[in-house]
């Protein structure tokens, strides 16, 4: 039903575009999360780029 709504009313696209930046931010919480909680630090990625 939201779909067809979406659709008839052209606000798909800004529907997905929305649903898209809370996706990405909520994988750049989760990724800097991560990090404190492994203790990545930005020397750890210089060198792992290195030699990647």
């Known amino acids: 039903m939201l779909l067809n709504d ?3 009313t052209g606000k ?4 997905l575009a929305d649903l898209n ?3 990405q931010e ?3 919480r989760i990724i ?3 990090k404190a909680t492994e203790g990545v630090t ?3 990625k210089a060198r792992a780029r290195w030699h990647g």
């Open 32 to 34: 800097a999360q991560l």
């Open 21 to 23: 930046e809370q996706a």
């Open 12 to 15: 798909l696209w800004t529907y």
């Open 6 to 8: 979406l659709i008839l």
């Open 42 to 44: 930005e020397d750890m």
């Open 26 to 28: 909520r994988l750049n």
